[in-house]
């Protein structure tokens, strides 16, 4: 069977929500397939290198029914594959905040009135062992997917280590998580860590064009080189054009320039910008915005005390702000910091 089989479904309406066509990680997906002995695999990783779908892909290859010689899991045919893809396999369990779960069409159940969850919470790792305890639906095993493994606050991780250390019978458990060193280091000890890597930036950028992403090299460089943050930032309106007019734009006090953004959006937009502007003025070049058309005249000093102010916007990025005075606050700053210099007066009277 192909490689490219294993997507077969990716596309489907319903269902889990999987990323399709991640090509580059098939090598690895192989390689955990043939090596992973231990109950705990942890794959540290961006998200945005598809390190969340290879997760799923992992879980639902261990439960994949196809054993036949020869074929790559998972199939993406069997019943079980099916019933993966539908998130309604019985032996399926998973760990993820709510808001992640809605975004990826995993089941739950919020109540009236309630937002959804951004942390993973002791009740839900509890119902996931109880779950875990009971024998398994197809009789192949059972699967435990979390991520990001981050979202476990330390009562949850704390919940979770017997359960990481002696699992039920026949059960696997993948973590993933894109900074480790924040889990407890009682989690990392239990599990086996797997790096996953930034794809090559051919191979991302032949995935982004499948995608229908225009000039994808910008998105993709804007992203820091991980694919999936390159398509979300065009899925969430921000187009390879609006990227590359940012540095003018905001260092003209364009006061549209932000406007629509979500706050996260435009908090990491801004940080990129201020690195990027920083150094240039240090003699550098820049890193996530090279092709963009950069003001002349940038001041490390005014770009620092920039930096100090967005530093501390970031910290409460996850406030209910009024998104427009957000926007236009932002503007006005990330202005003064951008804008030419102030010409010093000049004339007959003025030092040479
Ligand atoms: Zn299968």
Same mark, same amino acid.
Request: charged share 20%.
């Given at each position: ?7 077969? !479904? ?6 889990? *929500? ?26 540290? =990783? ?10 799923? *892909? ?12 020869? $074929?790559?899991?998972?199939?993406? $045919? ?20 709510? !808001?992640?779960?809605? !975004? ?12 959804? +969850? ?31 493994? !981050? ?5 949850? /991780? ?17 973590? /993933? ?12 000890? #239990? ?48 187009? /390879?054009?609006?990227?590359? +007019? ?6 003209? =006090? ?47 000093? #005014? ?11 970031? *910290? ?14 932002? /503007? *006005? ?20």
């Amino acid at each position: 069977m192909s490689a490219a089989s294993r997507d077969t !479904e990716a596309e489907a309406g319903s269902g889990l *929500r999987l990323a399709a066509g991640l090509d580059w990680l098939d090598p690895l997906l192989d390689h955990l397939l043939a090596t992973v002995r231990g109950h705990a695999t942890l794959l540290h =990783g961006a998200p945005g290198d598809g390190t969340h779908d290879l997760a799923w *892909r992992l879980g639902q290859a261990w439960l994949c029914e196809d054993r036949h010689p020869g $074929v790559r899991r998972p199939c993406g $045919v069997c019943g079980s594959c099916r019933l993966f893809r539908q998130a309604t396999h019985p032996d399926l369990h998973a760990l993820l905040p709510e !808001e992640r779960a809605l !975004e990826r069409g995993w089941p739950v159940e919020i109540k009236a009135g309630r937002k959804p +969850s951004r942390q993973i919470r002791v009740d839900d790792v509890r119902a996931v062992i109880d779950g875990l305890s009971r024998t398994s639906g197809r009789g192949v095993g059972k699967v435990l997917v979390i991520l990001p493994a !981050e979202a476990m606050n330390a009562v949850a /991780a704390s919940a979770l280590l017997k359960t990481l250390e002696e699992p039920p019978a026949g059960t696997r458990i993948v973590l /993933a998580a894109a900074e480790p060193a924040r889990l407890l280091p009682t989690i990392l000890s #239990r599990c086996q860590q797997v790096r996953v890597p930034t794809p090559p930036a051919e191979q991302a950028l032949r995935w982004l064009a499948g995608q229908g992403v225009d000039q994808a090299a910008v998105l993709l460089q804007a992203a820091g080189g991980h694919p999936l943050e390159a398509l979300a930032l065009q899925a969430s309106g921000i187009a /390879a054009a609006r990227w590359l +007019s940012l540095p003018r734009q905001l260092a003209e =006090g364009d006061p549209a320039a932000l406007a629509g953004w979500a706050p996260p959006a435009m908090l990491e937009a801004l940080g990129k910008l201020c690195h990027d502007a920083m150094a240039l003025a240090a003699g550098g070049g820049p890193r996530f915005f090279a092709q963009a058309e950069w003001p002349g005249g940038l001041e490390l000093r #005014r770009l620092l005390s920039w930096q100090r102010s967005l530093q501390a916007f970031a *910290r409460h990025a996850e406030h209910p702000w009024n998104e427009a005075l957000l926007a236009d606050a932002l /503007a *006005r700053e990330a202005h003064e910091a951008l804008r030419a210099p102030r010409r010093a007066a000049s004339g007959p009277g003025a030092p040479a």
